[in-house]
């Protein structure tokens, strides 16, 4: 942990000179009187600094604040403030060097005492907050003191302020200033008329949209920005600065982007202004050349800059993917053919190139295609050119040692085209997890030749060559595209700024052909794609052991964190991402057996006090069958949880309603017999299923594609699968005829709609996510040969077998490793029909689902470093971490046991 001594040290000498004590965290260091007490909410301070001003601001605010007497917190370092202004890390902390929990009637002269001392210091905006007043960076706003939560049905906490009466409203930092209708402006008392206000009152220059600062409108739609641009829509909004939609006088479509001041600043002095700055004159380089936004103006609100130009439009490469499917080699696929848009980018690259430009970000996101098929890169702001580059790079997508900020040259950008064609191709990004360029170039090579297994010409046969980590290499298979479409002619650049002298204006620069005939060209070169690792049974153990304890790891540093510290917010203690679903795990493992029964029982000490909801995944269910797994087989001493309550309306589904709720009480019901509440509240959950008296599910998915097999009201977690797999199970263990009757015809209708999902998965247009737990076939599958066995309907285990082989051929386009959305999912699926049909072949394919998730994975084959669903780091939770993938790699390994939480899983032997 990096400790910036000068901030340590004078809140030490503060604390010891007025009788304080401090706590520290990673990112803050807290100050209070141990006599004291904090409100639990109300007007707090935020002082803003810089990086290179936060030391003044501290000799500066501490003799305020010694005489007032209140807690308070200040980031720890000058590296962690850099941290927390670029917007990266949390996009509410920007700015926020200092935060002080004043007394409240003393708020106003705390505040304006402390404007008057940090008068003339610049920083970064709080666009939260509103300014005391506009030449101090000090802020105010209604907020909590102490945590205080609500939860959400998917068991997220969220801050929230209280009012008088009991409302509860949002509580964490928002894009702007609000008041809640129970409180009144301190700074600004409405009932005060407008004369007999302190001018430090008045709406300040830096406390708005800029917008609205210069006494315009604030950026709404048909509002008008920098005095003639009427907006149309907002596309980015946030503390590093907004970006708009608009049009000119002219009715000229336009982008207006916004750069906040101080936000990002780095070591020199650098921020986002000066990344504006840098597009603007990249774009002005570049002028006239086609694919490229055009600049059109730059002006200033306030310390603010601001970049207009005109708009390419709003389907980028990554949403055109999403909508319409992978790019192929095939010609006949008209706008998804690969060859085309390889040739389209290239000749936009080479065209950047003459004018003496290196990209240095070219990724999907930064790739706009037009109706016609044209491309257009946008996003200019780390370009280099003439000897200036900014810092920055995109991670699997930037050449590997961009990051060092060597100096660029042309033949980095050609490893982002072939980065930004593998994902067009695939639909994955770059495999990006861990350190290692090498490997993760490597691997990225294997998920294509997965894909791709039989193709080693066209455009997917270059990709290894683009992605070559020796800039010959990548220019050689740049050239090869360039001929594959024709001569093109070449522009002399030989003196074109900031390329070293003597670098030929031909392939090295442009890359162009040189006219000769095909026939008369050097023969192409070939790349080879590595090798994919084969699952041996010693590999999977070993891998099987690592993982193992890794999961044990996550789980010892979830409880080294002390209890008793203030929270950012509570410990998340379901299966999706809590504590539940790692500890469910462990127990099934001997070596981490003790592991998860400390974890038991620190979950039992730290439940949240908040009213969790009574769901499987998301909520109590979950978390209660977890602890009394623990306490029937490793913590006898373990209290029973309180029961689950069914308070309020209900969903149906598995993932957050009564379908997953009564599957876990059944669970419980057959491992603890002799508690009979848990069989009440599984018959309480039919009932509310058959008798429809369940709510809608409103889940944030965008509507599936036609024809990509994905289908979230029929899937397992939130649709009809996981309802009629919870009515069986309750028919088959209770026998009740009502639900035994509903789950046949839901079972019906779920065999015509899996059909229909079934061709949809080996169709041109199928999208990894058909065949997902969550909103695709794997789930389905399980729950048909479910029914199958208890039926005993051939019909149904075939559709079972049709629709995990399916699963399997769709298998390497899946981008996450985890049990929610990816492969840890679909091979529990190719799991289940093996145990079932007793044929080796679906366990042949779970071995490749395992060979597929070593690729996707950091590390070693024997020990790997499997990543979270944002792909660049690992995750340990169960539904999309390490914990999910354990669970398969468990039962791949012995070949034995029940998928966890679902009803007929029983306690580990």
């Not at 389209?344 to 037009?370: Q, T």
């Not at 060209?521 to 041996?536: G, S, V, Y």
């Not at 070593?854 to 914990?883: H, I, M």
């Amino acid at each position: 942990m990096t400790v910036d001594s000068s901030v340590v040290d004078r809140l030490t000498q503060f604390a010891e000179s007025n009788g304080r004590e401090i706590n520290e965290d990673d990112t803050w260091i807290s100050v209070h009187d141990p006599q004291g007490d904090i409100p639990l909410q109300g007007w707090k301070i935020h002082v803003s600094a810089r990086p290179g001003t936060l030391a003044d601001t501290l000799d500066r605010a501490l003799p305020i604040l010694a005489g007032a007497g209140c807690a308070f917190k200040v980031a720890r370092s000058a590296h962690r403030l850099m941290e927390l202004n670029s917007g990266d890390v949390d996009p509410g902390a920007v700015g926020k060097a200092m935060t002080v929990y004043p007394e409240q009637d003393v708020v106003v002269k705390l505040g304006h005492a402390l404007a008057d001392a940090l008068s003339g210091l610049s920083a970064p905006r709080i666009v939260s907050d509103r300014r005391v007043r506009p030449d101090a960076p000090v802020y105010y706003r209604y907020a909590p003191f102490a945590p205080q939560y609500r939860v959400d049905e998917n068991g997220d906490f969220e801050l929230i302020v209280i009012g008088p009466d009991g409302e509860q409203l949002p509580g964490a930092a928002g894009p702007e200033f609000t008041c809640p209708p129970w409180a009144t402006d301190p700074f600004r008392p409405a009932d005060l008329p407008p004369d007999t206000r302190r001018s430090g009152d008045r709406p300040s220059l830096g406390t708005r949209p800029p917008a609205e600062t210069a006494g315009e409108a604030s950026g709404g739609t048909g509002q008008i920005i920098g005095g003639r641009y009427r907006v149309t829509s907002g596309v980015v909004r946030g503390p590093r600065g907004n970006v708009y939609r608009a049009a000119d006088a002219a009715g000229r479509r336009v982008v207006v982007k916004e750069a906040r001041a101080y936000v990002g600043e780095n070591v020199k002095g650098w921020d986002l202004r000066m990344y504006l700055r840098n597009e603007l004159r990249i774009l002005q380089a570049l002028k006239g050349v086609a694919g490229v936004p055009e600049p059109i103006d730059h002006f200033r609100h306030g310390e603010d800059e601001f970049l207009v130009m005109t708009d390419a439009g709003s389907r980028d490469l990554n949403r055109f993917v999403a909508e319409n499917g992978l790019f192929t080699g095939k010609p006949a696929d008209g706008e998804r053919d690969l060859g085309a848009l390889a040739a389209r980018l290239l000749e936009v690259i080479d065209a950047v190139h003459s004018r003496g430009v290196v990209i240095r970000d070219l990724s999907p996101k930064n790739v706009v295609l037009g109706e016609d098929g044209r491309c257009t890169l946008i996003d200019f702001g780390n370009s280099r050119y003439d000897g200036l580059q900014l810092p920055g790079w995109s991670r699997g997508y930037s050449v590997p040692d961009q990051h060092t900020d060597r100096d660029s040259v042309p033949a980095d950008d050609y490893f982002s085209l072939g980065a930004t064609l593998f994902f067009a191709a695939t639909g994955m990004n770059p495999i990006m997890i861990g350190p290692d360029p090498v490997r993760n170039v490597e691997r990225t090579l294997m998920c294509l030749a997965r894909m791709y297994p039989d193709v080693t010409t066209g455009v997917i046969g270059l990709l290894p060559g683009l992605l070559s980590l020796d800039p010959a290499d990548r220019a050689a298979a740049a050239a090869e595209i360039r001929s594959a479409h024709g001569p093109q002619p070449v522009e002399a650049v030989a003196a074109a700024p900031g390329f070293a002298d003597g670098q030929p204006a031909t392939a090295a620069v442009t890359g162009f052909s040189d006219g000769r005939p095909a026939a008369e060209r050097p023969p192409a070169r070939r790349w080879r794609l590595p090798a994919t690792p084969e699952l041996t049974g010693y590999l999977l153990s070993k891998a099987l052991d690592h993982t193992v304890r890794q999961c044990a790891a996550f789980a010892e540093q979830l409880m080294a964190a002390p209890e008793n510290a203030r929270r950012e917010s509570p410990p998340v203690t379901n299966v999706y991402g809590g504590c539940a679903g790692v500890g469910m795990e462990l127990l099934h493992h001997p070596e981490a057996k003790a592991v998860a029964a400390d974890l038991a029982r620190w979950t039992g000490r730290v439940m949240p006090p908040a009213k969790l909801p009574p769901s499987l995944y998301f909520g109590r269910t979950g978390t209660t069958l977890f602890l009394t797994a623990a306490r029937l087989t490793a913590v006898p001493e373990l209290a029973a949880p309180d029961p689950i309550a069914l308070d309020g309306p209900q969903r149906a589904d598995q993932a957050h309603g009564v379908a997953g709720i009564g599957s876990g009480h059944l669970s419980l019901a057959a491992v603890e017999p002799g508690d009979a509440r848990h069989l009440r509240i599984a018959a309480e959950c039919a009932r509310l299923l058959i008798a429809g008296d369940v709510t809608r599910s409103e889940d944030a998915v965008a509507p599936a594609q036609p024809g990509s097999g994905v289908s979230v009201d029929t899937a397992y977690a939130h649709g009809d699968a996981g309802c009629a797999d919870f009515l069986l199970s309750y028919h088959e263990a209770t026998g009740d005829r009502s639900a035994g009757e509903a789950a046949r015809e839901r079972f019906a209708a779920l065999a015509v709609r899996a059909e229909a999902l079934i061709g949809e998965l080996h169709g041109p247009d199928a999208r990894a996510m058909g065949a997902s737990w969550c909103q695709g076939m794997s789930g389905i599958a399980g729950a048909l040969a479910h029914a199958a066995h208890a039926y005993g309907e051939d019909r149904y285990m075939e559709l079972a077998e049709r629709g995990v082989r399916g699963c399997l051929a769709v298998a390497p386009q899946a981008w996450v490793v985890s049990q929610c959305c990816g492969l840890a999912g679909l091979g529990e699926a190719l799991i289940d029909l093996a145990m079932v049909t007793g044929d080796d072949g679906y366990w042949r394919g779970a071995e490749e689902i395992a060979e597929l998730m070593l690729v996707r994975a950091g590390g070693e084959p024997a020990q790997p470093v499997f990543p979270g669903n944002d792909l660049d780091k690992p995750a340990y939770t169960w539904s999309t971490g390490t914990a999910g993938v354990l669970s398969f790699l468990r039962r791949l390994d012995r070949r034995s046991g029940t998928r966890l939480w679902t009803a007929g899983w029983r306690l580990p032997e």
